[in-house]
T-cell receptor, first 112, second 110 residues
Framework: SQQGEEDPQALSIQEGENATMNCSYK?????LQWYRQNSGRGLVHLIL?????REKHSGRLRVTLDTSKKSSSLLITASRAADTASYFC????????????FGKGTKLSVKP | EAQVTQNPRYLITVTGKKLTVTCSQN?????MSWYRQDPGLGLRQIYY???????DKGDVPEGYKVSRKEKRNFPLILESPSPNQTSLYFC?????????FGQGTRLTVV
């Protein structure tokens, strides 16, 4: 079954800069989700984007989805030290919308 | 408050000693899953369940068992733990649009 692949694996930026993470996948999807994980803690849902949506916003988060390129990006604007975390994209496994497969994540470090 | 509760949070055990990690959700979700997280390997699904008495293998099911006798509970059972099962384990409960994760169980098998 397919897994999203995040890129880059790690990203280090200064506070106030924007952070962009990408997720590529191989087969058609109905939706794609992004999650955040603070070190060693449970993942927290950030946003879901459906296949008929191109862009979605939530606070300082902007998610895009390009189904023709089979890729999604997560942009965090004006990053803060508290945004330091790992970020994962998640895809439905097969046709089962409630059953998710996760990528390996992008580890973001925001330096004050 | 929407919650997934895993217990214990930390566990050190010896090889071969059966253990159970409990998971409970209060959202009436049909989908529940178990994942393990290891450095460099991301989250790998162990088992999932689509409803009561319906379970299926994920990507790394060897050495694990699950049961779903009630909708709210989805325990993970290690019948004979081995050191390669040392890992950080997460239970998740999902709607069709969002997954909620427990706080994790850090298991060490010596």
């Amino acid at each position: 079954s397919q897994q999203g692949e995040e890129d880059p694996q790690a990203l280090s930026i200064q506070e106030g800069e924007n952070a962009t993470m990408n997720c590529s996948y191989k087969t058609s999807i109905n939706n794609l989700q992004w999650y955040r994980q603070n070190s060693g803690r449970g993942l927290v849902h950030l946003i879901l984007i459906r296949s008929n949506e191109r862009e979605k916003h939530s606070g300082r988060l902007r998610v895009t989805l390009d189904t023709s390129k089979k890729s999604s990006s997560l942009l965090i604007t004006a990053s803060r030290a508290a945004d330091t975390a790992s970020y994962f994209c998640a895809l439905p496994r097969g046709g089962s919308q409630g059953n998710l497969i996760f990528g390996k994540g992008t580890k973001l470090s925001v330096k004050p | 408050e929407a919650q997934v509760t895993q217990n214990p949070r930390y566990l050190i055990t010896v090889t071969g000693k059966k253990l159970t990690v409990t998971c409970s959700q209060n959202m009436n979700h049909e989908y529940m899953s178990w994942y393990r997280q290891d450095p460099g390997l991301g989250l790998r699904q162990i088992y999932y369940s689509m409803n009561v008495e319906v379970t299926d293998k994920g990507d790394v099911p060897e050495g694990y068992k699950v049961s779903r006798k009630e909708k709210r509970n989805f325990p993970l059972i290690l019948e004979s733990p081995s050191p390669n099962q040392t890992s950080l384990y997460f239970c998740a409960s999902s709607s069709v649009s969002e997954a909620f994760f427990g706080q994790g169980t850090r298991l060490t098998v010596v």
